[in-house]
Each structure stands twice: as structure tokens, then as C-alpha cells.
């Protein structure tokens, strides 16, 4: 059984931080990473790819995007590491894919999306 942090504890201020890593998390990246999505109410599976990413949440384009509010287990893959995140659809752009917030992230994939992200600070 594997343990899972809330994404939205972790945007939270801590006491006496700055707000400015909060706020570089909260920037979206161009990110292009393949994507394994399942979707938890009937089990259908689809594949895609990632256009951007932030601490919050991805873009996701797929041949045939999924309904709003839907919830998916999401697995993303990238230069050797992946991430399991427990999504929900928050935008439908039809023929082009959907915007997905990060409800959940597994506790062992944690630290490979923060590096990825500082990765990407570290770039732009």
C-alpha cells in the first residue's frame, strides 16, 4: 500500500517562508513527457503527452480528451523517472486534450516532480 501527499497541503505557506518557491512552483513549464492515464470510474486506459507542468497540475494532449471532473490515476515517464499522481480533468479543449489538476502525488514520486520542476527554474 502505498502512501500519497496531497498536492494542496504541500502549495500551502509554511510559517515563515518567503512564498517565492511556492510561487516558482506555481509557474507553468513546457514539459513533454509521456503519459499513461486510467481512468478510475470504468478502468479505461489512454496514453498522451504532456505539454506543460507546474506543482498544480499538467496539460495533457490526447486524441480524445476525457470528461470534466473525471478522476485518472496518472503516471508520467521522463529521462528514466516517473511519477503516479491521482488527477482530476479541469479543462476539455476538444481534439487537442485537457487541462489536469494534481489532486494527489505518491509519496516515492514526490521528490522526482520537485526536481523536475527545479530543473526546469533553472533553465528559464
Known amino acids: 500500500m502505498s502512501t500519497v501527499i496531497s498536492i494542496g497541503k504541500r502549495e500551502q505557506k509554511p510559517s515563515g517562508e518567503s512564498g517565492l518557491r511556492n510561487r516558482r512552483y506555481a509557474i507553468r513549464h513546457p514539459f513533454a513527457a ?4 486510467l481512468e478510475l470510474e470504468t478502468g479505461a486506459r489512454m496514453n498522451g503527452v504532456t505539454s506543460d507542468i507546474s ?3 499538467c496539460f495533457v494532449c490526447t486524441s480524445k ?3 470534466l471532473r473525471t478522476r485518472a490515476r496518472m503516471t508520467i515517464t521522463r529521462k528514466g523517472g516517473k511519477v503516479e499522481l491521482l488527477v482530476a480533468v479541469r479543462v476539455v479543449k476538444p481534439r487537442i486534450g485537457m487541462g489536469l489538476e494534481f489532486l494527489d502525488v505518491d509519496e516515492g514520486s514526490l521528490a522526482t516532480l520537485t526536481r523536475w520542476l527545479d530543473q526546469l527554474n533553472k533553465t528559464r
Open 65 to 67: 480528451p476525457l470528461p
Open 34 to 37: 509521456p503519459v499513461e492515464l
Open 55 to 57: 506543482l498544480g497540475g
